[in-house]
């Protein structure tokens, strides 16, 4: 009797605590918080594949609000990143930065079958990705 009491303590110890690493390991699994973009003009459902807010300075905030909420953990706090994901300031400017920019946010990135940006297609809204993209270019380095 007493030998299954403690087996049971047992049992219930390794639930425990198989469920508290669980619950650790997965708080870097954030939602994506949105983003309200009131104030800019709408883009409609065509993806662009150029920036139309360069320089505009209310997608400026917005973006600058949706990258602390949503990049910075991984790209890091005024685009400086910490060397695990890449340097936002140091992607090109004009359309050439603007195309990559937009299918990787849109598509995220799957390296050797691990995901090492998520998709924002369908969770962000182009008006949100490009007020991203216009905060990013604010911070802008030459290598």
């Not at 030998?3 to 049971?8: D, E, K, P, S, V």
């Not at 104030?39 to 917005?62: M, Q, T, V």
């Not at 609000?65 to 990143?81: D, K, M, P, T, W």
């Amino acid at each position: 009797m007493k030998a299954l009491r403690i087996l049971r303590y047992l049992a219930v110890f390794g639930l425990f605590f198989t469920i508290g690493v669980a619950n650790v390991s997965a708080h870097g699994d954030v939602q994506p918080q949105p983003i309200d973009t009131k104030g800019l003009k709408s883009l409609g459902d065509e993806w662009l594949s150029e920036n139309p807010y360069r320089g505009n300075k209310r997608a400026i905030e917005i973006g600058a609000s949706g990258y602390n909420q949503n990049c910075a953990r991984c790209h890091g706090l005024q685009v400086i990143s910490g060397g695990l994901s890449p340097d936002l300031r140091y992607l090109e400017l004009g359309k050439e930065g603007d195309e990559w920019f937009i299918e990787r946010i849109r598509k995220g990135a799957t390296i050797n079958g691990i995901t090492r940006m998520p998709a924002f297609e369908g969770l962000m809204s182009q008006e949100a990705m490009w007020a991203i993209r216009t905060y990013i270019e604010t911070q802008h380095e030459e290598d």
